[in-house]
């Protein structure tokens, strides 16, 4: 059985950071790539950034330079580091993984290449 469970939102202002993790069970030993997503209300969602299973990161524009993602493959933990944030930053942000292609994120950000999500995480920027 595959959980994923996200912690570390809250609520900050401008220009400060908080890092979020997201806990990984029952893909201990598979090949995987892990995600975080954001969905503002009202607007659909998207990617922020990817990692795969040879640490190869892959970031959004929007926040490159600002966010990075890690992960602890002996704790099957994910992070994602937000420094700068800004209000437009504001959303519930999800982990997602997948093993569709492999370790591989190809194809990261289309519907159905990452299956098992986490509930959620909002964080607020003002």
């Known amino acids: 059985h595959v959980q994923l469970v996200e912690s570390g939102g809250g609520s900050v202002l401008t220009g400060q950071s908080l890092k979020l993790s997201c806990s990984v069970s029952?893909?201990?030993?598979?090949?995987?790539?892990a995600a975080w997503f954001r969905q503002a209300p009202g607007k659909e969602r998207e990617g922020d950034a990817s990692i795969d299973d040879a640490d190869l990161a892959t970031y959004a524009e929007s926040v490159k330079g600002r966010f990075t993602v890690s992960k602890d493959n002996t704790e099957n933990t994910l992070f994602l580091q937000m420094n700068t944030l800004k209000p437009d930053d504001t959303a519930m942000y999800y982990c997602?993984?997948?093993?569709?292609?492999?370790?591989?994120?190809?194809?990261?950000?289309?519907?159905?290449?990452?299956?098992?999500w986490g509930q959620g995480t909002q964080v607020t920027v003002s």
């Open positions: 029952g893909l201990s030993g598979s090949s995987y790539c």
């Open positions: 997602a993984a997948g093993s569709m292609y492999g370790g591989s994120c190809y194809r990261w950000t289309e519907t159905g290449t990452l299956n098992y």
